[in-house]
């Protein structure tokens, strides 16, 4: 059974940066494309940030030359480094593999306000 553990969110001021981590248990993680995601109150978890096995990323736009993603295979763990932090990236960070329906952990509370 795979595991998802989020870490490294907190409070943080407009313009700060916050590194989270997520780590995976119970699969062979170099094989998946891996993803973050963000969760505002009320509303559908969305995609901010992708990286395939290897080096290729994708981001959305809102977070676009703000957030690195990046990935040791040899930990298991999957990185976001989000800086020149805003209001608005203020949610729960969660990640997983898309498409592929592992279970979500509990994700990691961002929040960013002066």
């Known amino acids: 059974q795979v595991r998802l553990v989020e870490s490294g969110g907190g409070l943080v001021q407009p313009g700060g940066s916050l590194r989270l981590s997520c780590t995976v248990s119970?699969?062979?993680?170099?094989?998946?494309?891996m993803a973050w995601y963000r969760q505002y109150p009320g509303q559908q978890r969305e995609r901010i940030a992708t990286?395939?096995?290897?080096?290729?990323?994708d981001y959305a736009d809102s977070v676009k030359g703000r957030f690195t993603i990046s990935r040791d295979n040899a930990k298991n763990t999957l990185y976001l480094e989000m800086n020149r932090l805003k209001p608005e990236d203020t949610a729960v960070y969660y990640c997983?593999?898309?498409?592929?329906?592992?279970?979500w952990g509990q994700g990691t509370q961002v929040t960013v306000s002066s």
């Open positions: 997983n593999a898309p498409g592929l329906n592992w279970d």
């Open positions: 990286m395939n096995t290897i080096t290729n990323t």
């Open positions: 119970g699969t062979i993680f170099n094989k998946y494309i």
